[in-house]
């Protein structure tokens, strides 16, 4: 059983930063693709970026130039490192990780950005 364990969330201030994590536990025999999405109140779940299993990343236009994604393919872990964040960014943010047998979601985390 895949398990995902986010944490890094909280209450920043408008244009600080904070960084999300999320490790995948148990038995995995390979990841394709780690994401990180968002859901503010009232709006759809978005992606936020992405990350390949070679390295190739993507974003969102609004978090572009601001928020970085990485992984540790050792760790399973995936990083949003989020900059200048401002308080449109506020929402619960969630890892989302395809292995050639799961498509997982974590539990999410909040983030809330005061202006």
């Known amino acids: 059983q895949v398990q995902l364990v986010e944490s890094g969330g909280g209450l920043v201030q408008a244009g600080g930063s904070l960084r999300l994590s999320c490790a995948a536990s148990g038995s995995i025999f390979s990841i394709n693709v780690m994401a990180w999405y968002r859901q503010a109140p009232g709006k759809q779940r978005e992606v936020v970026a992405r990350?390949?299993?070679?390295?190739?990343?993507s974003y969102a236009d609004s978090v572009k130039g601001r928020f970085t994604i990485s992984r540790d393919s050792a760790k399973n872990t995936v990083y949003l490192q989020m900059n200048s964040l401002k308080p449109q960014d506020t929402a619960v943010y969630y890892c989302?990780?395809?292995?050639?047998?799961?498509?997982?979601w974590g539990q999410g985390t909040q983030v809330t950005v005061s202006s």
């Open positions: 990350i390949t299993s070679g390295g190739s990343t």
């Open positions: 989302r990780v395809l292995t050639g047998d799961d498509d997982l």
